[in-house]
């Protein structure tokens, strides 16, 4: 739905007088907002047409707008301010303008008589299904001012724990990157120097010497083609997820692999205590918690699983025998699912859960990085040494046959 941006000029009630844009369908809208702003519309004009779509758009839209977003909506909406009125006091605080067209458009939609979910459900590259579903959930149950504040929670602690494992990656890709790059300019300007001694010496070339010299001339006419590798990898990663079949062979096969396998299930495992405690927390049941948690699941596996765990519980066994039947989550879930179930405590038990497997990311996070910075200092360092030896060598071997 496009809109159209306007330029204004109004005043406040001393007086001064404000200019600046807005988006929107029409000058009876612009002038609505502005008096939601408590300022007189004095001169108000189209400043060219239509804006680009919100859909062209989302792209610029990051997790930390819809953080805000979030932690603004459940601000008023538990003061009890109404849903379009909440909606045009954050439209007016917003300042990144994309945002601020998308709480126009989610605002315009919720005054022609649709839900908050239904209008969230427009954008899904904005908003994720487990975030659509949970306001659906909260709206359907009247209990959105409870579950909006777990949902603003629960997206910060998400952001957060990404943010720690990416900054504690930046330095092992810095070391690689610039480790990679440090042995193929060797190979490209410091190796080709060896042929042309060869060459005066008039001497056959060892045949390590050889495959090195060839590594060496294939670089240098065809190491341009090395910059398509990441994304013949991306692509290749997007064709084994094209399908269900394949993203779930996919799945399966990363939680299978050593260490990184354990690390991915226990950030899954972490995902779903968290999304399932705030559901329980806020008053969701059961059934209707774990259908919205399979939609916060990136390994389709385990959302596969967790739609047989949804009908196991359906027919009446507990939720803790149920996982514990399942196989693929730790065992240590279950149990205390087990336990929180007999005490009446299941989304409390839930909350430390995820604390719990968030701990044990980071930790495992740690230790990954702490292992892979040596080891790749070490095997650059031996590719390094392995080129200098073999040139060495072959030149030693020159010296022996002059003697």
Known sequence: MATSQFSYQACDAQGKLHSGQLSADSKQEVVAILQARNLTPVKIEEAGGATTSISLRRQTINTKDV??????????????????????????????????SLIVELRREIKEG???????????TVFSRMYINMIHAGEEGGILDKLLPRLAKFMEEADEAKRTVISALIYPMILLVVGVLSVIALMVFV??????????MGAAIPPSAALLL?????????????????????????????????RLQRDAFLLKLPLLGSLLLEAESSRFCRTLGSLLGSGIPLLKALHIAQGVMENQLLAKDLEEVEETVRRGVSLGKALASNGHFPVLLPQLI??????????????????????????????????????????????????VIIMLSAIFSLNSIGV
């Not at 190796?191 to 005066?200: K, M, N, R, T, Y």
């Not at 497997?357 to 980071?362: A, P, Y």
């Not at 292992?371 to 392995?386: D, F, K, R, S, T």
């Open 338 to 387: 087990v336990v929180g179930e007999e005490s009446g405590r299941t989304a409390l038990i839930l909350d430390k859960l995820a604390e719990s497997f968030d701990e044990q990311v980071r930790q495992r996070t740690r230790r990954m990085v702490a292992l892979v910075e040596p080891l790749l200092i070490l095997g650059l360092g031996g590719i390094v040494g392995a080129v």
């Open 214 to 246: 060839g590594l060496s001339t294939w670089l240098q006419k065809y190491g341009w083609s090395l910059i398509l590798v990441p994304f013949l990898l991306g692509y290749g990663w997007q064709k084994a997820g094209s399908t269900p079949e394949r």
């Open 67 to 100: 953080i805000d977003f979030t932690s603004g909506l459940c601000t008023l909406v538990e003061a009890y301010v109404p849903l379009d009125k909440a909606l045009s006091l954050l439209e007016g605080i917003t300042e990144k303008s994309v945002m601020r």
């Open 114 to 124: 649709r839900t908050l979910a239904d209008a969230l459900q427009a954008h899904p």
């Open 191 to 200: 190796v080709p120097q060896f042929a042309s001694l060869f060459e005066d």
